[in-house]
């Protein structure tokens, strides 16, 4: 009878704690923040984050650059923000090598920009500076095209991009492409 008891209490201990620390969180993450969340991100170049062989660069332009939120419902449960960025301009190779955006290097980086000493403490000029910087480039592929006879030609790639906010509060957050910079501030509430 003892070993029952014993043997029946610590089932409904690990039935409790499965419950509170498996179920709950996953309740309560779809209940609170769950519809929140931006989907997958659509993309018409594919991405990357490597180095590669980028040999064709130089014949590349680019002419506008646009980063815009597309959503940003952050709270406790949701850290993440959907952007949009476009990317307008122009390529041009030798004869016979048909120039085209292959896919959209992403680098991030965080900076410590906008840091002051301030009565022996270090704070945050966060009003002017941005704390970390994405830096989007367009890589330049070629095919063999006999008929390409070396003219200039146009792309305009609009992709979507997943922003994590990196604390609470105002996150500053600075896109450079080409010769363009453009600031977003997403604020990440609880």
């Not at 984050?49 to 980028?54: A, I, P, T």
């Not at 190779?93 to 292959?102: A, D, F, V």
């Amino acid at each position: 009878m003892t070993k029952t008891i014993i043997i029946g209490s610590i089932a409904l201990i690990a039935l409790g704690l499965i419950i509170y620390f498996i179920i709950t969180p996953i309740f309560l993450s779809k209940a609170l923040g769950g519809k929140n969340r931006p989907g997958k991100p659509k993309l018409e170049v594919p991405v990357t984050h490597q180095l590669g062989w980028w040999a064709y660069q130089d014949g590349m332009e680019i002419d506008t650059f646009e980063v815009k939120i597309v959503k940003s419902q952050l709270n406790l449960f949701n850290n993440k923000s959907m952007l949009k960025y476009r990317i307008v301009g122009k390529v041009k190779t030798q004869n016979s090598w048909r120039p085209e955006i292959g896919e959209i290097h992403i680098s991030e980086r965080f900076v410590r920009r906008g840091m002051e000493i301030k009565e022996g403490m270090m704070e945050s000029s966060k009003e002017t500076s941005p704390e970390a910087i994405i830096e989007l480039t367009p890589v330049v592929i070629v095919k063999d095209d006999k008929s390409y006879k070396g003219e200039v030609r146009t792309f305009d790639i609009a992709n979507e991009y997943i922003l994590p906010s990196y604390h609470w509060g105002s996150c500053y957050v600075q896109f450079k492409c080409g010769k363009f910079e453009k600031e977003i501030k997403v604020h990440q509430s609880k």
